[in-house]
C-alpha cells in the first residue's frame, strides 16, 4: 500500500494483494479538495485563483474495501442484472467475450440472466475444442 500512497496515478481502480493472502480493491486517484461556494460541475470563473486546485485528499480518505469477498471484487453489471461473479474463466470469457461484449450482437443481452440463472453453457474459445464438442454441422450447398 505504500506505492499506492504516492498517488502518482491520475485515477485508477485497484486490486492489490500481497504475499500473506490479503487483497485489496481501492480507488486510488488524486482528487482536488474543492474549495466551497462553487457549482463544480458547471463552467468555473477563470478571474478568481480560488478555483485552483492547490491540495488533494490524502490516500486515507479514498474508497476501499481489504479482503472483501472475490464476487464483490469482479462484478457483472448489465440492465437489471447485477452479479457477483467467482471467477470460473470459461464464464469470464463467455461473459465478456468478443461476441457478447458487443451490444450489437444477439447474444449481448442473453449471456448474463442466463450466468445468473445457472444455466450457461460452457464456451469453446479454439476451432479444436470446437470440432470436439460439435453437435452438427452446416455446409452451404
Known amino acids: 500500500m505504500d506505492a499506492m ?6 485515477s485508477l481502480n485497484t ?4 504475499r500473506d ?14 474549495a466551497e461556494g462553487f457549482d ?3 463552467y468555473l470563473p477563470s478571474d478568481t485563483s480560488r478555483t485552483l486546485w492547490t ?13 472483501p469477498p472475490w464476487r464483490e471484487v469482479n462484478r457483472l453489471r448489465r440492465g437489471a442484472v447485477d452479479l457477483g461473479l467467482r471467477g470460473a474463466p ?7 467475450g468478443a461476441a457478447v461484449g458487443d451490444a450489437r450482437s444477439p447474444h449481448h443481452a442473453d449471456q448474463a440472466p442466463l450466468f445468473a440463472a445457472g444455466r450457461l453453457k460452457p464456451v469453446w474459445m479454439d476451432e479444436a475444442a470446437v470440432r470436439a464438442h460439435l ?3 452446416y455446409t452451404p450447398d
Not at 486490486?15 to 500481497?18: C, K, Q
Request: hydrophobic fraction near 45%; glycine fraction near 2%; charged fraction near 20%.
Open 5 to 10: 500512497s504516492l498517488q502518482a496515478v491520475p
Open 90 to 96: 470459461d464464464v469470464l470469457r463467455a461473459v465478456y
Open 21 to 34: 493472502g490479503h487483497v485489496a480493491y481501492l480507488y486510488n486517484a488524486r482528487l482536488p479538495v474543492r
Open 55 to 67: 491540495e488533494y485528499l490524502p490516500f486515507a480518505s479514498l474508497p476501499r474495501v481489504v479482503d
Open 135 to 137: 453437435e452438427r454441422e
Open 40 to 42: 463544480w460541475s458547471q
Open 15 to 18: 486490486v492489490y494483494a500481497d
